[in-house]
């Protein structure tokens, strides 16, 4: 995506975060009578419309004990409905109420415990596998996916973070209600088919993101130190004994409770007649039942009361996470942390790189990212260090803490701040450079914001953040009580925390 593609009439907008008026002519937004809301965008350029649907729900919503329920939605995404996927729809439904029956009784004889009977549960698991298999032969694999791509669809993808659940992908504008039948199927008639199949899948991307590799080991550590309550320590395919036991029930109990109409925004960008489009949303979409909100989630995180260090030892390149605890991105000093985080870490500009990477040469890499791993709830300013060849976590953390407290203790001048600021404002208009980037946006800012205006406003926002602001939060930020540290080291190493 290059910058001088965007389209000329945003131009000036983006540039100076004007009035709102003339980029409002361009959309339109409307509210389904379910709740169902939608952003609409025309984008007159070429063809094609992008369609993006967030669902205000991710795995911090995941019910204790089921932890990577969130993340098989992304899995079942794209698996059809009952009229697209099945080789005989209604002997597929038997199969799979059959698969659950067998299903039901394993747990039912595992849930004996030590009186449980190993031969029947045996003989059990051996019928599931049957009768999984009978149910997976009728499945007419990838047919949702494939009329999406014969129909010209391009960049069909889901993905699950910690506070969302997103679903997108693109097609011509001549296929518009084609989105629209076969996104509304997809909500109103949901088919958890091969459920079993990719709960396989997920335990797989477990063993190869996490005890396969030493930097996932490391943020799953990390998490699970940094936070003692809440959700955020837990990383988002869930705990492996949760998932190798996650069952169909579920999945229909998630999706009642968390895909309701008010939870969802879908936005549509490109192409696009907005009338048109609204009267496709009533057909297709108006069936979809209401149903109450969500519950907030009323897990708070402890106050923390001293420093918190993990190590994990492995043979490979030494890493270093150290994380401070912050308030969520409702905060008023939320864009205070994106100018601290362009300070010290924004690219070859960034203090840190400057300082351990170019000066010392003791670290391969410097960076940080203020909001982690989600910004809905108080969430982490982390930074990553990855020690050069030849030097230490122990170097690089001291040398880490000697920048951090020189940039707590002085102001930034107002050359580097000013050159955060432009560059933080390009970063979020490169963003909007193309019709998938504004959908994702949009429908982002709706569901956190309550506005998708904040996305323009919010560089205002940005403007007014001064020098005192930077060092006032930095002094409130980093300090030894909300400081949790991580560290990969070789084995030899292990004595470190007697150092």
């Known amino acids: 995506m290059r910058f001088h593609r965007v389209a000329v009439f945003l131009l000036p907008v983006l540039l100076a975060a004007q009035d709102l008026r003339e980029f409002e002519k361009h959309v339109t937004e409307f509210t ?7 952003i609409v965008l025309e984008r007159h350029e070429a063809p094609v419309v992008s369609f993006h649907t967030y669902v205000n729900a991710g795995s911090v919503d995941d019910p204790s004990g089921a932890t990577g329920i969130a993340h098989m939605f992304e899995h079942m995404a794209f698996k059809g409905t009952g009229s697209i996927g099945s080789k005989n729809w209604p002997e597929e439904q038997k199969a799979i109420a059959e698969e659950e029956a067998v299903y039901d009784r394993l747990d039912a004889e595992r849930n004996k415990g030590v009186t449980a009977d190993a031969r029947k549960v045996a003989a059990l698991e051996a019928e599931l596998k049957a009768a999984s298999e009978t149910a997976n032969s009728l499945v007419e694999p990838n047919l949702y996916p494939r009329i999406i791509e014969q129909n010209g669809g391009e960049g069909m993808n889901a993905q699950t973070a910690w506070d969302e659940t997103e679903y997108f992908y693109s097609l011509p504008s001549n296929r518009l209600e084609l ?12 088919v958890f088919r091969e459920f079993y199949k990719e709960r396989d899948v997920v335990m797989e991307e477990y063993r190869m993101r996490v005890e396969s590799e030493a930097q996932g080991k490391l943020i799953q550590s990390f998490l699970a130190t940094a936070f003692a309550a809440f959700p955020y320590r837990v990383m988002g395919t869930g705990w492996p004994s949760d998932v190798s036991h996650l069952r ?7 999706f009642h409770k968390y895909y309701v109409p008010g939870n969802i925004t879908m936005g549509i960008v490109g192409d696009v007649n907005p009338a048109e489009a609204r009267r496709l949303a009533e057909k297709y979409f108006g069936p979809m039942p209401a149903r109450p909100l969500p519950p907030l989630l009323h897990t708070a995180e402890p106050a923390q009361e001293g420093p918190k260090v993990v190590e994990i030892e492995s043979p490979s390149q030494p890493l270093m996470f150290v994380g401070y605890k912050r308030p969520d991105q409702l905060s008023k000093d939320d864009p205070v942390f994106d100018i601290i985080s362009g300070v010290l870490s924004s690219g070859r500009t960034g203090l840190l790189y400057k300082e351990l990477v170019r000066d010392k040469q003791i670290a391969l890499a410097a960076e940080a990212d203020d909001t982690f791993p989600g910004g ?8 990553l260090l990855a020690p050069a060849v030849g030097h230490t976590t122990a170097e690089n953390e ?11 203790s002085g102001k930034v001048d107002a050359v580097t701040l000013q050159r955060v600021k432009t560059k933080t404002r390009a970063a979020l208009i490169r963003q909007l450079d193309s019709n998938p980037g504004l959908a994702k946006l949009l429908t982002a800012y709706h569901a956190v914001y309550g506005d998708w205006r904040k996305l323009f406003t919010s560089l205002d926002e940005l403007d007014r953040v001064t020098a005192e602001d930077v060092q006032r939060v930095a002094n409130e930020c980093f300090v030894p009580q909300k400081q949790t540290s991580a560290w990969l080291i070789a084995p030899k190493q292990a004595a470190r925390g007697a150092q």
């Open 376 to 383: 809905k709830y108080p969430n982490l300013f982390v930074f």
């Open 248 to 254: 169909r029930s579920d999945a229909w109990a998630f």
């Open 179 to 190: 989105w629209f039948l076969l996104e509304s199927q997809r909500f109103i008639q949901p």
């Open 32 to 38: 389904l009578a379910n709740g169902l809301h939608f």
């Open 398 to 408: 001291k040398a880490f803490h000697e920048v951090l407290e020189k940039f707590k």
